[in-house]
């Protein structure tokens, strides 16, 4: 199968870089090219694409309210280019707000080193997008009091062991999707939940609706890089009845609160005390792992908490979480993940759903009512 790819860019130098790249893949044909969003509005019905790449900062129409006007029209899966500043974390975090489903870094060296797996992961996240061509639905972004959904991620090189991870091919799924649970009466010392494709969204959706009464900390590791996950915590702290913040090395774990692991550094939990508190590593000179790495933080918790843990892995590219989410059952932890047909990428929840570390498989808009039954809250 062939995908159709519409380039928006207002700089003739980098589409025709992100041509090049994606003129490689056999998969993917680009349809158009666009030098602002009024262009790409114009072409949407003409080129039919099957997803589009999308800049953020643009003249004439920006990319955010391309993305508004595109959602509204005729949806199609966006991936965003964004520089790695805090005006571009907000600027992305709007597009995402406003429906678009993903982004990368703009400068590709923030991205990775090497130029091959720099194209490897542009050239699968484009497929990957445009298969999710047929799930979106005409929508206009929602202003709550509480906040608007919103979609996507941002990885960069330390997030990916190697290109091959990313394949994005979904195998069969037996484990069945279920909509509510009845509570098993275990005690829990801590909710975790990891997830990079699509895990801004997915995350939105479930702490939203999570009461400010929710009785253990929260532990969150998404794929983001360093400049995002400051103002994606406070974004999210805004929106919801807990509270949510940018972990921060020595920080004591509270009820209600959701710590967010820094793009960029490990998060692992340790006893210093009688209280368990957050450690935050840098090891940058690790290039092998995730930096957030799930597996990192829940081997950590396993450590901690042993079987008081539920452990929830939601929509992402690759198999960060596995591991830890096979030392956390060993304990007797519990271990659920979002169901294929809500995933952006089902990757991540895939690779534990296939080892039968996965005692439930649960759509996103059932996730948190789940949540808050098991835990009793």
Known sequence: ???????????????????????????LEIVGEARNGQEALDMLIKCAPDVVTMDVEMPVMDGISAVKAIMTRRPVPILMFSSLTHQGAQATLDALEAGALDFLPKRFEDIAQDRRQVSGILRTKVRLLARRKGSLSRTIPSRSNRAPDMPANAPRHSFFRSSTMLSGRQDSVTLPTVSSVTRSGKKYACLAIGASTGGPVALHKVLARLPATFPTPIILVQHMPGTFTNAFAQRLDSQC???????????????????????????????????????????ADNPATYRPSVDVTFTSLANIFGGQVLGVILTGMGADGREGCRL????????????????????????????????????IENMADCIITEMAV
């Open 241 to 283: 009845n807990i509270r949510v913040k940018e972990a921060a090395d020595g920080d004591e774990l509270k009820p209600g609160w959701a710590y967010l692991a820094p793009g960029g550094k490990q998060m692992v939990v340790e006893h210093r005390g009688p209280q368990p508190v957050l450690r935050i590593i840098d090891d």
């Open 328 to 363: 956390l059952s060993q304990g007797g932890a519990s271990i659920w993940a979002q169901d294929q047909i809500s995933s952006v990428v089902y990757g991540m929840p895939q690779a534990i759903a296939k080892e039968g570390l996965a005692q439930k498989s649960i759509g």
């Open 1 to 27: 199968m062939v995908f159709k790819v519409l380039i928006v860019d207002d700089s003739a130098f980098y589409r025709r870089r992100v041509r090049e790249i994606l003129s490689e893949d056999r998969e």
